[in-house]
């Protein structure tokens, strides 16, 4: 049988049960402030705890980098792709600023090429001293076998059927139909043209007609000692009343004399720009009459042997 504790213990434990409890938490909370206002206010008035603080910042920082961390990364990360969906939008705006500087720059160009082709066409109307207009190409026949071009001028500007067109190098053609408000041409390098010339140096008279080239026209029935040479410039002759006198119309590139033929085989290419002008020049010559039809005679029913011919487009 146990017996209980005795009273020396019981007193002996009560002591160290109050001994060990420590200080209330209202006490520990009152150190504590007063602990805080005493240090704030040494800080405050003395500044001895810097140095301590720029230590515990150095301890310190790693852990608040560990902790910025995912925060910094997510703003590092959206500053990323706004920049790049930035930078992106500016390129895409650029491309397109870039393309319609490029486009308004090769219409300022083209413009200017215009300009300069007026101002060519209008020192050569002056040049000529006959009534002259301007008109623009509206359209070039496709057929490779007929050299032909729409005008956007017609009898209701005074166009004629016959009346030749020119531009600032020389003879390109003349109307062979007339509407009222637009007008078809021939060119000189068609088959069936046929234009009245002399070699400027020294007055021979021949006739060119077109090859079906853009770049010849051929001289038949020249004979083999005709004063002609490579590097003569043909003008019209004036001949015919069609074309007035004195146009440049092409320059000779070769002469071929063959002993055993009674002609030269003669070629020269046209002065005019036939494959590039945009706007023409139509004349009218002083005291020439308008011309109803421009079949009525051709070139081609004639002997430029025993004839000169007219100038008129052939059948």
């Excluded at 496709?142 to 190098?169: C, E, F, M, W």
């Amino acid at each position: 049988m146990s017996a209980g504790p005795t009273p020396g213990h019981a007193e002996h434990g009560t002591i160290k049960l109050i001994f060990t409890q420590g200080p209330s938490l209202t006490a520990r909370l009152v150190v504590f402030a007063f602990a805080s206002i005493l240090l704030m206010t040494l800080d405050q008035r003395q500044q001895h705890l810097d140095s301590l603080r720029s230590a515990l910042s150095v301890v310190v920082y790693p852990i608040q980098w560990l902790v910025d961390l995912p925060a910094a990364s997510q703003d590092w990360f959206q500053e990323t792709l706004s920049s790049r969906r930035t930078l992106q939008e500016e390129n895409a705006r650029l491309r397109t600023e870039q393309l319609i500087l490029k486009a308004e720059l090769q219409k300022l160009e083209a413009l200017e090429s215009e300009n300069l082709r007026l101002r060519e066409l209008l020192d050569s109307s002056f040049k000529v001293r006959e009534r002259v207009l301007i008109a623009e190409i509206m359209a070039v026949d496709l057929d490779p076998y007929r050299h032909q071009i729409l005008l956007n001028k017609g009898s209701s500007d005074d166009l004629y059927t016959g009346q030749p067109l020119v531009d600032a190098n020389g003879v390109m053609g003349q109307v062979i139909q007339a509407g009222p408000f637009s007008a078809t041409a021939m060119l000189i390098t068609d088959p069936a043209h046929a234009v009245p010339v002399q070699v400027n140096r020294n007055g021979l008279r021949s006739i060119a007609l077109g090859t079906g080239s853009l770049t010849s026209l051929s001289l038949p029935y020249l004979p083999n000692n005709a004063d002609i040479e490579t590097g003569d410039l043909l003008i019209t002759s004036g001949l015919g009343g069609r074309f007035p006198p004195g146009y440049p119309v092409a320059e000779v590139e070769t002469v071929i004399r063959d002993p055993g033929e009674s002609f030269a085989q003669v070629f020269a290419r046209p002065l005019a720009e036939l494959n590039r002008s945009r706007e023409v020049l139509l004349v009218w010559s002083q005291g020439q009459a308008r011309i109803d039809s421009p079949e009525e005679e051709t070139a081609g029913d004639e002997d430029p042997a025993a004839a000169e011919p007219s100038g008129e487009a052939a059948p």
